[in-house]
């Protein structure tokens, strides 16, 4: 009988393509996919390590799992960001029987094969060119409309706070053919947007016998695919935003007016303490720059409350930064300090945690008045929407994003998911935008 394959994946959104890339690999030896646990043959953890709280409730799933071993056979595995991260702590605690890093995918079938109670498998080596540009696939999503297709690996970055270049190890892009390819054939199978994720997405870069490839020049290939396939990306570094990509975005109404650009703080001490490569008037430009081309651009972005050293001062700059941009949404979190980065090495995480808690809160409570005017903004506007399917809190509505990442919900009348839908906003919440059909 086929074994049965149950993953439970955290962190971001690569994570969730990679799980992909997962069960492809093991489908092609026979695994079958399944969503219980109670059933499953191999369960496996595709973890996130990026703050401590991740790893803290990720921590507490692999004790549950481990009680699923109580049924003969049952193999417990963690692969992902954390495998990478705790390989020997997680092996000599005997709690799992296989821990396997991000660049090793290729090697579960034999690593399954070869574990018994008494030889647990790891193998977390990281690679210089790995990025299963050949593997396709196999969807996880439940709409089968929107699809997330991963552009590149790894980050060469070294922003001070951040685990991810340990986890993930070295910047490499995959091969524009075979990703022009993967777009090609979801669009062939129905889905109407695809996502190119990366966590610098600006500096893909490709060069063979053929020429170079950048990614605004990745954006229109993909973009050419279909009027009716449109495309979005994240992550975008504020530093590498270039003219040519944001001119591009512009030249294609197929690639959605939306842009992910994490300023992480608005003072330019902190920034450059956390070696983000950009000031806040640097910031401040690039995002003039989007507005003057686009002015119905979208714009979100990630913040980081009591870094070291941050003063109230500091955190006044981030909230006034907040202010002047206006973004529509914000990833929003409480610095956590991470082992073996930068920062951890070189300054005291010093921001007491009560005075984190309260810088954050206000961080969110100004986000929330600014994204109540960002959706209240755009009542009376006209939107095409890709309908993904219907509304989570009411099945008689359909929900789907306008190109600027705004999620509208509004009457079926004769649509249906994948189909574009013109409406007209009526109202709107924090996070959603309540409409009309026109
Ligand atoms: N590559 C993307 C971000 C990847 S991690 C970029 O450079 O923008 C996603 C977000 O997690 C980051 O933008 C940051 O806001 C947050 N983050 C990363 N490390 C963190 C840490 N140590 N503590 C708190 N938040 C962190
Ligand atoms: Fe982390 Fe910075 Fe790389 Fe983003 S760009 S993944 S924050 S190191
Ligand atoms: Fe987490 Fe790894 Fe993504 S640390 S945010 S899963 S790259």
């Excluded at 696939?137 to 970055?157: K, L």
């Excluded at 082992?339 to 995480?349: E, F, K, Q, S």
Aim: proline residues 4%; aromatic residues 8%; glycine residues 6%.
């Amino acid at each position: 009988m086929a074994k049965k394959l149950y993953i439970e994946t955290y962190g971001c959104q690569m994570n969730v393509s990679d799980t992909e890339v997962i069960f492809s690999i093991l489908g092609k030896e026979g695994y079958q996919r399944t969503e219980s646990i109670g059933e499953a043959d191999v369960i496996l953890a595709n973890t996130c390590s990026v703050r401590d709280n991740a790893e803290q409730r990720i921590y507490g799933r692999i004790g549950e799992f481990r009680r699923e071993k109580s049924r003969p056979g049952v193999i417990v595995g963690i692969v992902g960001c954390m495998a990478e991260r705790l390989k020997d702590k997680l092996l000599d605690s005997h709690e799992v029987d296989l821990v396997v890093g991000p660049d090793a995918y290729r090697r579960l079938p034999e690593l399954i094969e070869a574990v018994s109670p008494e030889t647990p498998q790891i193998d977390v080596r990281l690679s210089r060119d790995e990025t299963y540009a050949d593997i396709i696939p196999v969807r996880t999503d439940r709409s089968g409309v929107s699809a997330f297709i991963s552009i590149m690996r790894g980050c060469n970055n070294v922003c001070s706070y951040c685990v991810v270049p340990y986890t993930r190890g070295a910047e490499r892009s995959r091969n524009p053919r075979t990703i022009v390819r993967e777009a090609c054939d979801v669009f062939s199978k129905g889905y109407r947007e695809v996502t190119l994720l990366g966590q610098n997405v600006d500096s893909y870069f490709w060069k063979d016998e053929n020429g170079t490839v950048d990614f605004a020049d990745l954006l229109e290939r993909v973009a050419a695919i279909s009027g009716d396939l449109r495309v979005r990306f994240a992550t975008s570094h504020p530093k590498d935003i270039s003219d040519k990509l944001i001119e591009t975005m512009a030249a294609h109404d197929n690639i959605c007016r939306h842009i992910h650009l994490p300023v992480q703080s608005g003072s330019t001490r902190l920034l450059e303490k956390m070696r983000r490569k950009y000031t806040r008037e640097w910031y401040l430009e690039r995002v003039s720059k989007i507005r003057e081309v686009m002015p119905d651009c979208g714009l979100t972005t990630d913040v980081i409350a009591g870094f070291c050293s941050e003063t109230e001062e500091d955190h006044r700059e981030t909230l006034s930064l907040m202010e002047e941009v206006g973004f529509d949404w914000a990833f929003m979190f409480q610095y956590s300090e991470r082992p073996g980065t930068l920062a951890a090495r070189n300054y005291p995480d010093d921001v007491p945690p009560q005075e984190k808690t309260r810088r954050l809160n206000e961080i969110i409570e100004l986000q929330n008045r600014i994204s109540r005017e960002r959706y209240g903004a755009d009542v009376g506007k006209r939107f095409r929407v890709l309908v993904e399917g219907p509304s989570k809190k009411d099945p008689a509505m359909l929900c789907g994003r306008a190109s600027n990442n705004k999620m509208c919900v509004f009457p079926a009348g004769n649509y249906h998911k994948g189909d574009y839908a013109e409406v007209l906003v009526k109202d709107f919440t924090s996070a959603t935008l309540i409409c009309d059909i026109v």
